[in-house]
């Protein structure tokens, strides 16, 4: 993935592990809240990232078909960067570690779902999201979008 996703309208492309392209992140410019929408290969919509404004802390819901599929916030407790990610009809997660340099990992009762790292890349401006066999890689890669849109917010 690509780093600095608040550029307004700025869009581009996953890469899986071959370098093809997988997913698109499709920054919307000129709405009112921070929106971005994740888009097969197809172009069509897998899931959809937003703000929520008037809430006491940071917080993006992902949408999927029109309802909420998974929100992340902040944590309020705990020193370091951590968010909380609530998941409609299923079990929630966690994200820890070194959130601002794409040094975390997603985790679910205990066990790591997925790792942000950019230490993988030779590339200004690229982090690696290794994601455990079997999880919703869109859901994933959405909740990534997510905690990348509240870390870099100036």
Partial sequence: MREKLMSIGDDFWIENGQGQRA?????????????????DVSGAEVARIQERKLSIRDKVAIERGGDTAATVQKALIGIRDRF????????DMKAHGNLVDHEYKIERDGDTVATVSRKWFRVRDSYGV?????????????????????????
């Fill in 84 to 91: 909380a990610i609530d998941v409609k009809g299923g079990a």
């Fill in 130 to 154: 290794d994601i455990t066999a079997g999880e919703d890689v869109p859901l994933i890669l959405a909740i990534t979008v997510a905690i990348d849109s509240m870390t870099t917010r100036g």
């Fill in 23 to 39: 997913y698109k992140v499709n920054g919307k410019a000129l709405h009112f809240r921070d929106t971005f929408v994740l888009e």
